[in-house]
């Protein structure tokens, strides 16, 4: 592992932040993984529950019988120290006042014209299917950021599957939110068991999944997207910093290192700064302090691969970067950074002031479901509008004036029925 320098060429950054942003896509493996996880939907979708029992023997060597896969999750938020308590109620009290503060100011809302009205209406959705990651951590944030929007928006049934044995952690999230439990199940074969249901678990097909998950959820929820709802295709964890003179080098570490540690080996870090004294500064020093993380030796690996340290000759060139990088996160630490902030077009979640992502992953208050991989290009994070579906309802009266402009199109497209049909609106008064 040799020792990172700062990048200086702006064509080089400009292809490393590409590289970065393109990572995954370039991944070896995905092939593989690809048909591993069509096999393991069409075994589940083909078999139900038995095809659950024998993966959760082959993947996560565990006898699992029917009674085994749904935990009950009564007793375990009471479980945990006073100081978990108070800071899950506080976590849950802010995520829950933004997102009832995002909601659509009225459910109904009337549009009037000269001819009629139109009506836009929003509906929650009936049922929901949430996944929490397990593996190198039980990620009971993700619940909180998935489970409560689906809450606020009115979604009736939300049903959780987690890879197995599900943490006590999880099981109090859910209690704290008012769910029952948990079905302990992981990977691609979670995704496909909410999609078409296993009835022994009295598991329902959802009508739509959310929520983050390895490279086999990713995938699973690619193939089976169009069959049930999909809220993204979560990649792996990616930080930006612009940082401006005066910053803390070792904070900036630890934001950097923060990214890296979630373990996968394909989270992206990058810091752009125009100081080279805070470059060099966080080169050396990254390697150092990541030294005193139990993973360090993973953190380090992947530091190697998709990290970068760019040294650009203004914060205004930093952000022209972090646009092209599309970042999931974006950290500004700058004297200017509200008026930089405003600069950027593509980032999942902007972090000024004294707030760093860290934050954002607990409770700031909006989810920490956020595109990844370039994705914030085109699409924003989690809300309590992916759990809310819009209605209009139009009520136009036989007004003459639209009749006629509608056959004059509809000809136009050349669909004669369509002009015939618009015309005999008129007989309906």
């Not at 489970?147 to 999230?173: D, F, H, T």
């Not at 990649?235 to 005066?246: F, K, W």
């Not at 595109?371 to 009266?397: I, Q």
Request: one cysteine or more.
């Amino acid at each position: 592992m040799t020792s990172k320098q700062p990048v200086t060429d702006p064509n080089k950054l400009h292809q490393e932040i590409l590289r970065l942003r393109d990572r995954v896509n370039s991944s070896a493996g995905a092939d593989t993984r690809e048909q591993l996880v069509r096999e393991i939907i069409a075994g589940v979708k083909a078999n139900g529950l038995s095809e659950l029992i024998s993966l959760t023997k082959k993947i996560e060597k565990l006898d699992f019988q029917l009674s085994d896969f749904f935990k009950p999750c009564a007793g375990h938020f009471e479980a945990q120290s006073p100081a978990v308590r108070e800071a899950l109620i506080l976590a849950k009290t802010r995520i829950e006042a933004f997102q009832k503060a995002s909601m659509p100011n009225a459910l109904e809302q009337v549009f009037f014209e000269t001819a009629g009205q139109i009506t836009l209406r929003w509906t929650a959705l009936e049922r929901v299917g949430i996944y929490v990651p397990g593996g190198n951590a039980a990620l009971f944030s993700s619940l909180l950021m998935t489970a409560i929007p689906a809450l606020v928006a009115g979604v009736r049934e939300i049903y959780i599957c987690s890879p197995p044995p599900v943490s006590s952690s999880i099981l109090a999230v859910a209690e704290l939110l008012g769910l029952e439990g948990v079905f302990q199940i992981g990977g691609a074969q979670a995704i496909a068991a909410l999609a078409y249901g296993i009835s022994e678990l009295d598991l329902p097909a959802v009508d739509k999944i959310c929520g983050p998950g390895n490279a086999y959820v990713a995938l699973a929820k690619r193939q089976l997207a169009g069959i049930v709802g999909i809220d993204a295709f979560y990649g792996p964890s990616e930080v930006a910093v612009i940082a401006g003179q005066g910053a803390n080098p070792q904070s900036l570490c630890l934001d950097l290192i923060a990214q890296l540690e979630h373990g996968s080996g394909l989270e992206a870090a990058v810091l752009l700064t125009d100081s080279s004294e805070i470059a060099h500064a966080v080169c050396a020093q990254l390697p150092v302090l990541a030294q005193t993380f139990p993973n360090h030796q993973r953190i380090l690996e992947t530091w190697d691969s998709f990290g970068l340290v760019g040294l650009v000759a203004s914060l205004e060139e930093a952000c022209e970067l972090v646009d092209l990088f599309a970042p999931e996160h974006l950290e500004i630490k700058a004297a200017q950074a509200e008026q930089l902030a405003k600069s950027i077009q593509n980032a999942g979640a902007i972090f000024i002031g004294g707030s760093n992502e860290a934050l954002g992953d607990y409770l700031a208050g909006p989810s920490h479901c956020l595109p990844t991989c370039g994705a914030a290009r085109y699409s924003s994070g989690l809300s309590v509008y992916d759990f809310l579906r819009r209605h209009s309802v139009v009520n136009l009266s036989a007004d003459r004036r639209l009749i006629e402009a509608t056959a004059i199109l509809a000809e136009l497209e050349g669909l004669p029925a369509h002009a015939a049909s618009a015309r005999a609106a008129l007989d309906i008064e």
